[in-house]
C-alpha cells in the first residue's frame, strides 16, 4: 500500500465552480501534512500546511480528518490560474516525506 | 519564504558524459536536502537524502555510485549523474530544510535533464 494516495484526476471544471480533492495515508504516526501545488516542468509550490482544526487560506480550505488519515482541499469559486496539478504531501518523522501522485485540475473558461 | 536555487534549468548531453547539479539554499541553512526525479506526468520519487558532512542515503533501487551526492557545506548540494544514458533523461528537483525546526520543504527550481 502507497504510503499516500490521491486521485489522479484529471478534474476539469468551469471557472467559478468550487472543487475538492482528498488524500488518504496510511502512517497513522504521520506529524505534519501540506498542499503543495505543481506547474507543468516548474518546481513544487507550497499552498497551505493543514492543520487539524482545518485552515482557510483566502478560496482555499484545507481539513485533516486524523481518525480516517485524510486531507481535503477545497478551491472556490475557481480561476483559470488554478489550474496545475496539487500535491499531497505528508510528514512522517524529521526526514521522511511522502508525496502523493498529484491531481490535476484544469480550470475551463 | 526561503529560496532554494538550483542550477543548471536545461541539461542537454551526449551519452557517457557526466553531469552535475547543484542545489543551493540562499537565505537559510539547511543540514538536510532531498534529491527527486519525475517523470512526465508522475509524481517525484526521491532518489536520496542528502546529509551535510555525511554520506548520502539513497533509497532503494538507487545507484549511489550512478548518482553522486555531495553536501559539503550547509547551503550546497550536488547530484551528478555519472555516465548518463537516455535513460536518465529526467525532470530531477532538490528540495531543502531549515536546519532548526521548520518542517516545510523548499524545492529549487528543477533541471530538465536530456541525454541524446
Known amino acids: 500500500r502507497k504510503e499516500v494516495e490521491q486521485d489522479p484526476g484529471p478534474f476539469n471544471v468551469p471557472e467559478g465552480a468550487t472543487v475538492a480533492f482528498n488524500c488518504t495515508y496510511s502512517?497513522?504516526?504521520?506529524?505534519?501534512f501540506f498542499w503543495y501545488r505543481q506547474d507543468c516542468r516548474k518546481e513544487p509550490k507550497l499552498l497551505m500546511s493543514?492543520?487539524?482544526s482545518g485552515n482557510e487560506d483566502g478560496r482555499f480550505t484545507a481539513q485533516l480528518n486524523r481518525a480516517s488519515q485524510y486531507i481535503s482541499l477545497l478551491i472556490r469559486d475557481s480561476k483559470l490560474s488554478d489550474s496545475a496539478t496539487y500535491l499531497c504531501?505528508?510528514?512522517?518523522?524529521?526526514?521522511?516525506?511522502?508525496f502523493g501522485t498529484g491531481t490535476s485540475l484544469t480550470v475551463i473558461p | 519564504g526561503a529560496v532554494v536555487s538550483q542550477h543548471p534549468s536545461w541539461v542537454i548531453c551526449k551519452s557517457g558524459t557526466s553531469v552535475k547539479i547543484e542545489c543551493r539554499s540562499l537565505?537559510?541553512?539547511?543540514?538536510?536536502m532531498f534529491w527527486y526525479r519525475q517523470f512526465p506526468k508522475q509524481s517525484l520519487m526521491l532518489m536520496a537524502t542528502?546529509?551535510?558532512?555525511?554520506?548520502?542515503?539513497?533509497e532503494q533501487g538507487v545507484e549511489k555510485d550512478k548518482f553522486l551526492i555531495n553536501h559539503a557545506s550547509l547551503t550546497l548540494s550536488t547530484l551528478t549523474v555519472t555516465s548518463a544514458h537516455p535513460e536518465d533523461s529526467s525532470f530531477y528537483i532538490c528540495?531543502?530544510?531549515?536546519?532548526?525546526?521548520?518542517?516545510?520543504?523548499?524545492f529549487g527550481s528543477g533541471t530538465q535533464l536530456s541525454v541524446l
Open positions: 528540495s531543502a530544510k531549515r536546519t532548526a525546526s521548520n518542517e516545510k520543504l523548499f
Open positions: 502512517n497513522s504516526a504521520s506529524q505534519s
Open positions: 493543514v492543520y487539524s
Open positions: 504531501v505528508v510528514k512522517v518523522n524529521g526526514n521522511q516525506f511522502y
Open positions: 537565505d537559510f541553512q539547511a543540514t538536510t
Open positions: 542528502s546529509n551535510e558532512g555525511s554520506k548520502a542515503t539513497y
